[in-house]
């Protein structure tokens, strides 16, 4: 596993430079140089590390659209998006988790039935298009949460207390919308890693030694049926960050999602896609390693092998 | 009964063979009547596949005129127009029904460029093994972690708007899980005695790939297929919901873009949106219900549940 991370690593570096050149229709001088600037030139290791401090300070072209840096452009969106996807991801989690519990520990009750079933829909659903049925119903007909932007127009004189309030308004429904959107799988995957961890020797063990099923579920069977939810988290925090483009958009979230909206339509704006291309690769690569070593943590097996 | 016994024996190789496949498919067609899931998704493709077929006769295209619309602008539905109108006074019902061509078509398009590439590394990786096993699933896992929507919408930026880029992209941005599939498949595959058999006289690589390995991993292409399918659509109706679909075709997600760049949303024209979400939800359930039975037929071990 570390071996292809670091191969991943590796590759990505090539990618944008090539993007680059295929773009723009660069003379070879202009490849050399960005090749310099990305510090493809190197010896492999250096060339790692170079690429990080990079992309830290940030060389990454000028955007079409916003005519300033492409790095300080996403950088005025990171923080949206992080929010958004964060709470998200947790909320989702948490919430997938414990159906899966429940649906595994009850198979075939009716909240099984239904969460499997409500899993599904989603499943097959466009992200935006729930956001948008969600503003409808809501924003629109009820009238109980704000339709777009992170915050109401004009309210930065506010006490910082109203202004989480209104933050908090804002967040709900895009939050809301990528929860349902996401919690079904996870429900999903912790109901069958349940369900295989019921039948391990050492929950029969528990069992046998005369330990109460709640007991047994808490201590024996829910630490080791998590470990597949933890990759899966891991995993999809890339996911769930380009499933924000577009609950970012229909909810105007001044993100990375928006602004990868926005780059399309104004150009299309090719230094800002690089660079929002760029950045979502490596959180996803993060991520993945991020999973390995939490899961090595986690589940000493995994460490030693 | 006996006159089916003595024929056997005199009968070609070939014939026998396919003999046996149309047994093989008749069995395999009677489980999948059994199973209520999967006839219920095929029911739902099949309205569709009937709607996409005959839309020009349904919705016929003079009907869609920009400039000589049948109503008057966001009309609600009303006797001569179920689903109401559009912003130009077109009929949501002829908009969503030649829209289910494009996304179809699209999504068809897109899932057999995937599974050729898919299929196709596959099988090389895990029947030559070795250097090229190494390099072609390196590439593949590459593919896999690499955020798969910040790519198409990459390559779709680049490569420009049509249905066949669109398609195309989809394709190069699915293939890296069926390859793993087949790959796994052929390499326990490729052990088997009758390929040994095979080889021993004197078939050569071409020869057992097409007669052994490809008939043996069909099935399990097919059943990838169609998960693929329900994913391409979804796509497909993302990328026109950024901008990026083919600008002089109709298909559920440039409905949907056209809904949100038109404000239906504020404007509480739910007849607008509502009617091409539901058509792509129903969709995606139909492939991933009629995915779901045959998994269980090809997985023996999922029927009990």
Same mark, same amino acid.
């Given at each position: 596993m570390l071996v292809l991370n670091f191969f991943l690593f590796r590759i990505l570096p090539g990618d944008p430079e090539r993007t680059l050149t295929r773009l723009q229709r660069v003379s070879p001088s202009t490849v050399d140089e960005v090749k310099r600037e990305l510090g493809l030139d190197r010896p492999l290791p250096v060339q790692f590390f170079d690429y990080l401090g990079d992309t830290a300070r940030g060389e990454l072209g000028i955007s079409y %659209?916003?005519?300033?840096?492409v790095s300080e452009v996403i950088g005025n969106a990171l923080w949206p998006t992080i929010l958004l996807v964060g709470v998200a991801t947790i909320g989702a989690t948490l919430i997938g988790t414990l159906i899966g519990i429940w649906g595994a520990w009850r198979r075939g009750s009716a909240v099984d039935t239904a969460s499997l079933g409500f899993g599904l829909v989603t499943y097959a659903m466009p992200e935006f298009w729930l956001g948008m049925l969600l503003i409808l119903l809501?924003? %629109?007909?009820? /009238?109980?949460?704000?339709?777009?932007?992170?915050s109401t127009p004009?309210?930065? /004189?506010?006490?910082a207390g109203l202004l989480l309030v209104d933050t908090l308004e804002h967040l709900f429904l895009p939050a809301l919308t990528l929860v349902l959107a996401l919690f079904g799988e996870y429900a999903l995957i912790m109901r069958s890693s349940v369900i295989e961890a019921m039948n391990e020797d050492y929950v029969k063990t528990a069992r046998a030694k005369g330990m109460r099923e709640a007991l047994v579920l808490r201590k024996h069977v829910v630490p080791n049926a998590l470990l597949p939810v933890v990759t899966l988290a891991a995993l999809n925090l890339g996911f769930i960050v380009s499933g924000a483009i577009t609950v970012e958009t229909v909810f105007s979230w001044p993100g990375l999602g928006q602004l990868t909206f926005r780059a399309i339509n104004g150009g299309p704006d090719y230094p800002l896609l690089q660079g929002l291309f760029l950045l979502f690769s490596v959180v996803v690569i993060f991520a993945n390693l991020a999973a390995d070593l939490l899961l090595g943590l986690l589940d000493p097996r995994i460490g030693r092998a | 009964m006996s006159a089916n016994v003595t024929p056997e024996a005199t009968r070609s190789g070939r014939a026998v063979r396919r003999a046996r496949r149309v047994q093989a498919f008749k069995s395999s067609a009677r489980l999948f009547a059994g199973n209520r899931m999967g006839v219920a998704g095929l029911v739902i493709l099949a309205v569709f596949v009937f709607m996409a077929v005959f839309a020009d006769v349904l919705a016929p295209e003079a009907r869609l005129s920009v400039t000589n619309?049948?109503?008057?602008?966001?009309?609600?539905?009303?006797?001569?127009f179920w689903l109401g109108t559009d912003e130009l006074g077109r009929s949501v019902l002829d908009l969503v029904i030649q829209g289910s061509q494009i996304s179809l078509l699209v999504g068809f398009l897109a899932t057999a460029i995937s599974m050729l590439i898919g299929a196709l590394v596959g099988i090389m990786a895990g029947y030559f093994g070795g250097w090229a096993d190494v390099i072609l699933m390196r590439f593949t896992d590459w593919f896999l972690v690499i955020p798969f929507l910040p790519l198409a919408i990459v390559l779709a930026a680049i490569l420009g708007r049509s249905l066949f880029v669109i398609a195309l992209v989809i394709g190069l941005t699915t293939w890296p899980a069926t390859a793993r599939v087949v790959r796994a498949q052929v390499l326990t595959l490729k052990e088997r005695p009758y390929v040994e058999r095979a080889r021993a006289l004197g078939a050569g690589d071409r020869q057992i790939i097409t007669r052994h390995i490809l008939p043996n991993v069909f099935p399990l292409i097919f059943a990838n297929t169609i998960l693929v399918v329900a994913i391409a659509i979804l796509t497909e109706t993302t990328l026109s919901f950024l901008g990026?679909? /083919?600008?002089f075709s109709v298909s559920w997600g440039s409905i949907l873009e056209s809904a949100f760049a038109e404000g239906a949303i504020s404007l509480g024209a739910w007849w607008y949106l509502v009617p091409p979400g539901l058509c792509i939800v129903l969709v995606v359930l139909g492939f991933t219900m009629c995915g779901y039975a045959f998994d269980e037929i090809l997985d023996p071990r999922l029927r009990k549940r």
């Open positions: %659209v916003f005519s300033r840096p809501f924003a %629109v007909a009820l /009238d109980w949460f704000p339709t777009s932007f992170m004009g309210l930065t /004189d506010a006490s | 619309a049948p109503g008057s602008p966001l009309e609600p539905p009303s006797a001569q990026l679909g /083919d600008p």
